[in-house]
Protein backbone atom coordinates (compact mmCIF):
# COMPACT_ATOMS: atom_id res chain seq x y z
CA UNK A 1 0.00 0.00 0.00
CA UNK A 2 1.90 3.66 -1.10
CA UNK A 3 1.60 5.66 1.49
CA UNK A 4 2.34 8.62 -0.24
CA UNK A 5 0.56 8.86 -3.73
CA UNK A 6 2.40 11.12 -6.36
CA UNK A 7 1.64 12.53 -9.72
CA UNK A 8 1.81 12.92 -12.34
CA UNK A 9 4.14 10.54 -13.03
CA UNK A 10 6.14 12.44 -16.17
CA UNK A 11 6.19 16.35 -17.11
CA UNK A 12 6.92 18.23 -20.24
CA UNK A 13 7.26 22.37 -19.48
CA UNK A 14 8.38 24.65 -21.92
CA UNK A 15 11.49 26.63 -20.44
CA UNK A 16 10.09 29.43 -18.68
CA UNK A 17 7.09 27.72 -17.61
CA UNK A 18 5.77 26.59 -14.04
CA UNK A 19 5.96 22.73 -13.18
CA UNK A 20 3.53 21.50 -10.61
CA UNK A 21 3.59 18.22 -8.69
CA UNK A 22 0.88 16.83 -6.43
CA UNK A 23 1.12 14.45 -3.75
CA UNK A 24 -1.19 13.09 -1.28
CA UNK A 25 -1.29 11.05 1.81
CA UNK A 26 -3.12 9.36 4.37
CA UNK A 27 -1.29 9.09 7.70
CA UNK A 28 -2.70 12.27 9.87
CA UNK A 29 0.59 11.56 11.75
CA UNK A 30 3.29 12.44 9.42
CA UNK A 31 4.90 14.98 10.82
CA UNK A 32 7.46 16.90 7.88
CA UNK A 33 7.05 16.52 4.58
CA UNK A 34 10.40 17.08 2.15
CA UNK A 35 10.63 16.76 -1.46
CA UNK A 36 13.67 15.19 -3.15
CA UNK A 37 15.56 15.64 -6.43
CA UNK A 38 17.70 13.02 -8.22
CA UNK A 39 19.66 12.96 -11.12
CA UNK A 40 20.72 10.25 -13.27
CA UNK A 41 23.17 8.26 -11.37
CA UNK A 42 23.14 9.86 -8.02
CA UNK A 43 21.15 10.02 -4.99
CA UNK A 44 18.12 12.06 -4.28
CA UNK A 45 18.89 15.40 -2.71
CA UNK A 46 16.72 17.41 -0.50
CA UNK A 47 15.29 20.22 -2.28
CA UNK A 48 12.85 21.44 0.59
CA UNK A 49 10.75 20.82 3.22
CA UNK A 50 7.43 21.97 5.24
CA UNK A 51 6.23 21.11 8.40
CA UNK A 52 2.25 20.52 8.70
CA UNK A 53 1.66 23.76 10.71
CA UNK A 54 2.44 25.71 7.49
CA UNK A 55 0.82 26.13 4.52
CA UNK A 56 3.22 27.43 2.26
CA UNK A 57 7.20 27.90 1.85
CA UNK A 58 9.08 29.61 -0.81
CA UNK A 59 12.54 29.19 -1.71
CA UNK A 60 13.83 31.08 -5.00
CA UNK A 61 12.38 28.99 -7.74
CA UNK A 62 10.68 26.60 -5.53
CA UNK A 63 7.57 26.82 -3.34
CA UNK A 64 5.68 24.04 -1.31
CA UNK A 65 1.76 24.51 -1.02
CA UNK A 66 0.28 22.33 2.16
CA UNK A 67 -3.53 21.69 2.62
CA UNK A 68 -3.61 19.75 6.05
CA UNK A 69 -7.56 19.52 5.41
CA UNK A 70 -7.18 17.76 2.23
CA UNK A 71 -3.88 15.53 3.03
CA UNK A 72 -2.67 16.84 0.09
CA UNK A 73 0.91 18.95 -0.52
CA UNK A 74 2.39 20.29 -3.79
CA UNK A 75 5.95 21.09 -5.47
CA UNK A 76 5.84 24.30 -7.60
CA UNK A 77 8.50 25.33 -9.77
CA UNK A 78 8.56 28.85 -11.11
CA UNK A 79 10.08 29.33 -14.29
CA UNK A 80 11.44 26.04 -14.69
CA UNK A 81 14.91 25.81 -16.39
CA UNK A 82 16.13 22.69 -18.49
CA UNK A 83 18.92 21.87 -15.42
CA UNK A 84 15.29 21.16 -13.22
CA UNK A 85 14.93 18.33 -15.87
CA UNK A 86 15.37 15.23 -13.08
CA UNK A 87 13.14 12.88 -11.18
CA UNK A 88 11.48 14.31 -8.10
CA UNK A 89 10.01 12.55 -5.40
CA UNK A 90 7.85 13.53 -1.92
CA UNK A 91 7.86 12.29 0.96
CA UNK A 92 6.81 12.18 4.38
CA UNK A 93 7.68 11.25 7.62
CA UNK A 94 6.10 8.78 10.09
CA UNK A 95 6.98 7.54 13.57
CA UNK A 96 10.57 6.81 14.05
CA UNK A 97 13.12 8.56 11.20
CA UNK A 98 10.81 6.22 8.69
CA UNK A 99 10.10 7.64 5.28
CA UNK A 100 7.50 7.21 3.10
CA UNK A 101 8.37 8.02 -0.66
CA UNK A 102 6.31 8.64 -3.83
CA UNK A 103 6.96 6.81 -6.71
CA UNK A 104 8.55 10.26 -8.30
CA UNK A 105 7.72 12.45 -11.30
CA UNK A 106 10.15 12.39 -14.01
CA UNK A 107 10.28 15.76 -14.97
CA UNK A 108 11.51 17.44 -18.67
CA UNK A 109 12.23 20.93 -19.47
CA UNK A 110 12.25 21.92 -23.02
CA UNK A 111 14.52 24.93 -24.18
CA UNK B 1 33.05 17.67 4.77
CA UNK B 2 32.29 14.35 2.81
CA UNK B 3 29.12 13.04 1.83
CA UNK B 4 27.41 9.64 2.22
CA UNK B 5 29.52 6.63 0.73
CA UNK B 6 28.16 3.80 -0.72
CA UNK B 7 30.12 0.66 -1.77
CA UNK B 8 30.39 -1.25 -3.81
CA UNK B 9 28.76 0.95 -6.64
CA UNK B 10 27.48 -1.91 -9.26
CA UNK B 11 27.76 -5.32 -8.63
CA UNK B 12 25.89 -8.01 -10.50
CA UNK B 13 25.31 -11.55 -8.70
CA UNK B 14 23.24 -14.24 -9.44
CA UNK B 15 19.81 -16.13 -7.50
CA UNK B 16 20.66 -17.86 -4.78
CA UNK B 17 24.02 -15.61 -3.69
CA UNK B 18 24.00 -13.43 -1.27
CA UNK B 19 25.74 -9.91 -1.24
CA UNK B 20 26.80 -7.10 1.48
CA UNK B 21 26.36 -3.22 1.13
CA UNK B 22 28.41 -1.01 2.89
CA UNK B 23 27.96 2.52 3.84
CA UNK B 24 29.99 5.27 5.47
CA UNK B 25 27.66 8.04 7.05
CA UNK B 26 28.31 11.76 7.02
CA UNK B 27 30.93 12.15 10.13
CA UNK B 28 28.75 13.06 13.13
CA UNK B 29 25.58 11.33 11.61
CA UNK B 30 24.18 8.54 14.16
CA UNK B 31 21.33 7.15 12.19
CA UNK B 32 21.55 5.23 8.72
CA UNK B 33 19.04 4.19 6.67
CA UNK B 34 18.87 1.89 4.03
CA UNK B 35 16.25 2.41 0.82
CA UNK B 36 14.97 0.49 -1.97
CA UNK B 37 14.82 2.26 -5.38
CA UNK B 38 13.18 0.01 -7.87
CA UNK B 39 11.39 1.93 -11.48
CA UNK B 40 7.70 2.69 -10.64
CA UNK B 41 8.19 1.69 -7.15
CA UNK B 42 10.02 4.55 -5.65
CA UNK B 43 12.26 4.17 -2.71
CA UNK B 44 10.98 1.64 -0.17
CA UNK B 45 12.10 1.85 3.52
CA UNK B 46 14.35 -1.17 4.13
CA UNK B 47 15.23 -0.40 8.27
CA UNK B 48 17.25 2.27 10.17
CA UNK B 49 19.93 2.13 12.55
CA UNK B 50 20.50 4.68 15.00
CA UNK B 51 23.79 3.89 17.76
CA UNK B 52 23.98 0.07 16.39
CA UNK B 53 20.34 -0.62 16.98
CA UNK B 54 17.53 -0.94 14.51
CA UNK B 55 14.90 1.12 15.60
CA UNK B 56 13.41 0.36 12.22
CA UNK B 57 11.91 -1.68 9.92
CA UNK B 58 10.34 -2.16 6.83
CA UNK B 59 8.04 -4.63 5.22
CA UNK B 60 10.91 -7.04 3.53
CA UNK B 61 11.59 -10.51 4.18
CA UNK B 62 14.18 -11.81 6.64
CA UNK B 63 16.65 -12.19 3.91
CA UNK B 64 17.25 -8.53 4.18
CA UNK B 65 19.20 -7.42 7.30
CA UNK B 66 21.46 -4.74 8.62
CA UNK B 67 24.13 -3.75 11.45
CA UNK B 68 25.59 -0.60 12.61
CA UNK B 69 29.20 -0.46 13.88
CA UNK B 70 30.26 1.23 16.71
CA UNK B 71 31.76 4.12 14.28
CA UNK B 72 28.22 4.48 12.56
CA UNK B 73 29.21 2.57 9.62
CA UNK B 74 26.37 0.39 8.09
CA UNK B 75 26.05 -2.62 6.61
CA UNK B 76 23.19 -4.05 4.60
CA UNK B 77 23.05 -7.97 3.59
CA UNK B 78 20.40 -9.33 1.20
CA UNK B 79 20.61 -13.63 1.73
CA UNK B 80 19.47 -15.50 -1.35
CA UNK B 81 19.26 -13.25 -3.83
CA UNK B 82 15.78 -13.35 -6.33
CA UNK B 83 15.28 -11.86 -9.33
CA UNK B 84 13.53 -9.21 -8.09
CA UNK B 85 15.79 -7.97 -5.79
CA UNK B 86 17.44 -6.32 -8.35
CA UNK B 87 17.11 -2.98 -7.59
CA UNK B 88 18.92 0.52 -6.79
CA UNK B 89 19.99 0.06 -2.98
CA UNK B 90 20.60 3.85 -1.20
CA UNK B 91 21.65 4.67 1.87
CA UNK B 92 21.08 7.76 4.09
CA UNK B 93 22.33 8.88 7.21
CA UNK B 94 20.89 12.12 9.30
CA UNK B 95 20.99 13.60 12.55
CA UNK B 96 19.38 12.08 15.21
CA UNK B 97 17.11 14.94 16.31
CA UNK B 98 13.28 14.75 14.78
CA UNK B 99 13.88 18.79 14.75
CA UNK B 100 16.12 18.18 11.58
CA UNK B 101 14.67 15.63 9.34
CA UNK B 102 17.03 15.98 6.59
CA UNK B 103 18.40 12.29 4.87
CA UNK B 104 21.39 12.81 3.23
CA UNK B 105 21.75 10.05 0.19
CA UNK B 106 24.36 8.26 -0.69
CA UNK B 107 24.91 7.27 -4.82
CA UNK B 108 23.61 4.01 -4.34
CA UNK B 109 24.63 0.49 -5.08
CA UNK B 110 23.38 -0.71 -8.26
CA UNK B 111 22.38 -4.56 -7.65
CA UNK B 112 21.62 -7.01 -10.44
CA UNK B 113 20.61 -10.58 -9.81
CA UNK B 114 20.96 -12.53 -13.02
Known amino acids: QQQVKQSPQSLIVQKGGISIINCAYE??????FPWYQQFPGKGPALLIA?????SEKKEGRFTISFNKSAKQFSLHIMDSQPGDSATYFC??????????FGTGTSLTVIP | KAGVTQTPRYLIKTRGQQVTLSCSPI?????VSWYQQTPGQGLQFLFE???????NKGNFPGRFSGRQFSNSRSEMNVSTLELGDSALYLC?????????????FGEGSRLTVL
Open chain 2, 92 to 104: ASSFAGRNTGELF
Open chain 2, 27 to 31: SGHRS
Open chain 1, 27 to 32: NTAFDY
Open chain 2, 49 to 55: YFSETQR
Open chain 1, 50 to 54: IRPDV
Open chain 1, 91 to 100: AARGTGNQFY
